[in-house]
């Protein structure tokens, strides 16, 4: 009679177990080589970041026109978005131009490298 001899091979358990162990040293790799760095900083994380920082920058005018006093928080507010820094009073990156009475904050500068008047 013929005898089935059955084929040695790897267990099911081990062949999961490196499959396993293959996908944690990708994205170990993928890690350690900055490749999750780009991950969710899509062109829509940072327009809704700039967007964010025009209406602060739109808050800290009218609430200097409120007062009527200079926009000092205005003036100073600076953010860091996708590498660039903005500031509320670079009207030409931000668009956020401030008027309190007769004076008109950015973006002409000033002698102090701020906006005129700030």
């Known amino acids: 009679m013929d005898t089935f001899k059955k084929a040695q091979g790897l267990p099911i358990n081990t062949i999961i177990l490196i499959a396993i162990g293959?996908?944690?040293l990708v994205l170990f790799i993928t890690f350690v080589l900055g490749g999750f760095g780009t991950l969710g900083s899509g062109t829509g994380g940072g327009s809704q970041a700039l967007a964010a920082f025009q209406t602060q920058c739109q808050t800290y005018c009218t609430?200097?026109?409120q007062t009527l006093s200079t926009p000092t928080q205005w003036c100073s507010a600076t953010d860091r978005?996708?590498?660039t820094l903005y500031n509320c009073a670079n009207t030409t990156s931000i668009?956020?131009?401030c008027?309190?009475?007769s004076k008109t904050y950015g973006p002409t500068t000033g002698t102090n490298g701020l906006p005129k008047n700030c």
């Open 95 to 97: 668009g956020v131009s």
């Open 81 to 83: 978005i996708s590498n």
């Open 63 to 65: 609430d200097a026109q």
């Open 22 to 24: 293959l996908l944690i």
């Open 99 to 101: 008027k309190i009475g």
